[in-house]
């Protein structure tokens, strides 16, 4: 499904596991056209095939055991993770040109976005100083439930987030995620929640605007 919102951005959910090397490809293309101004903007809700990502931090110590599943250079920022079905991917193909040239806010605006949504489902979930993700859970419970990595060239965005809604979570025994071996991750399913894909995407729908503006008030300060 693909349809336009909030003007020129497409917001496009896939269905069916789409492979790494075809999203990135396409990820790439889409950004190109858009920094050309031959395309609009992209927001794509998608899943993955079991796999594993290496981001430019990445330390091959950290891949413990790749289960068989391919490993591949992602080229966003950060370190190894894990994507697989039932997990949402989030990519966002947006142009900070119009939004304001500022990375590390435009990161921080994906995390509240993620934040916002998780709280629609009920999940309270939080930053953590010093960490990479979003956790949610207190002491022995405290745990990741997503994970976010971008890339920007030309002050155009890819790559961006994920969320885990019921993916096998054994799977992310073969790599340290993100570098934090102390804590480990969670799932809506694991709490409790619906282990169906549509109620997080309605969530992201309905706090997308606030992702947006959030965005417009970094572009109005620079």
């Known amino acids: 499904m693909s349809r336009a919102m909030d003007g020129p951005i497409d917001w496009r959910v896939t269905q069916d596991l789409v492979p790494y090397a075809g999203a990135l490809a396409e990820m790439e293309a889409r950004a190109a056209a858009v920094r050309a101004g031959e395309a609009d903007e992209l927001v794509w809700l998608l ?15 950290e891949l413990i055991n790749p289960m068989g599943f391919p490993v591949f250079d992602a080229g966003r920022g950060g370190r190894y993770t894990y994507h697989g079905p039932g997990q949402r991917v989030v990519y966002l193909v947006l142009d900070l040109e119009k939004r304001g040239r500022d990375i590390r806010c435009f990161v921080h605006s ?7 949504a998780l709280a629609e489902l009920g999940v309270p979930a939080r930053r953590e100083p010093g960490r990479i993700g979003i956790w949610t859970g207190e002491g022995a419970a405290e745990a990741k439930i997503g994970a976010i990595g971008v890339r920007v060239r030309r002050w155009v965005t890819m790559h961006g987030f994920a969320i885990n809604v019921a993916p096998d979570l054994s799977h992310f025994g073969g790599i340290i995620p993100c570098g934090i071996a102390e804590y ?3 799932s809506l399913e694991m ?24 965005l417009s008030d970094i572009s109005q300060a620079a």
């Open 47 to 61: 899943e993955h095939p079991p796999l594993f990502t290496a981001g430019t931090s990445a330390d091959p110590a």
């Open 110 to 116: 994906l995390e509240g976005w993620m934040i916002a």
């Open 184 to 186: 480990g991750v969670t």
């Open 191 to 214: 709490l409790g929640l619906d282990p169906a894909m549509t109620p997080l995407d309605r969530a992201l729908e309905q706090s997308f605007p606030a992702f947006l503006n959030s």
